[in-house]
């Protein structure tokens, strides 16, 4: 009888190796006298380009990341001038984030790493097999949303 996989212990060790490993992914997709892009920045850099001018609040949405989270990356990203942080023209209290050219000059490199960690992650696994995953993780996100005993 085969014990149960140690899921907790699985995704906090993938999860951790994944970003370590995209990080270098990404780090080699960009030129050398550029900064590389953390993938939390990337996120951000990817969602501006769909969606330019997001509030951090449909930003930190976005990423799935707390708000607080979002304001220090932007900082550090304004810091790079990848992109800009500006007062809504409706409520100044709101912040707009623009992405600027040198971020944007960063997108065809992260979308070639994105597109080789995305074939790597699933090589060897079917359609169906690749579909019960994401169910899972999605499973897993929503779980503070359940009711518990």
Same mark, same amino acid.
């Given at each position: &009888? ?5 899921? %907790?212990?699985?995704? #906090? ?8 490993? &995209? ?13 590389? @892009? ?7 850099? =990817? ?5 330019? /001018?997001?509030? &951090? ?14 304001? /220090?990356? %932007?900082?550090? &990203? ?13 409520? @100044?209290? !709101? ?21 080789? %960690? #995305? ?5 060897? =696994? ?5 579909? !019960? ?11 503070? !949303?359940?009711? !518990?005993?």
């Amino acid at each position: &009888m085969s014990s149960r996989p140690r899921l %907790i212990f699985l995704l #906090n060790s993938a999860q951790r190796h994944l970003q370590q490993w &995209m990080a270098a992914q990404q780090e080699l997709a960009t030129p050398a006298a550029v900064p590389a @892009a953390s993938p939390a920045q990337s996120g951000v850099l =990817f969602t501006l380009d769909k969606s330019d /001018g997001v509030t &951090m609040g449909e930003l930190a949405k976005a990423l799935d990341l707390a708000p607080s989270a979002v304001s /220090g990356l %932007i900082q550090r &990203m304004e810091a790079l001038q990848w992109v800009s942080r500006r007062p809504c023209t409706l409520d @100044a209290r !709101t912040q707009r984030v623009w992405l600027l050219d040198a971020g944007r000059t960063q997108l065809p490199a992260l979308r070639s790493a994105l597109a080789r %960690i #995305n074939r790597q992650l699933t090589d060897g =696994f079917t359609d169906d097999e690749l579909q !019960t995953v994401a169910r899972w993780l999605q499973h897993v996100q929503h779980l503070h !949303t359940q009711d !518990t005993p």
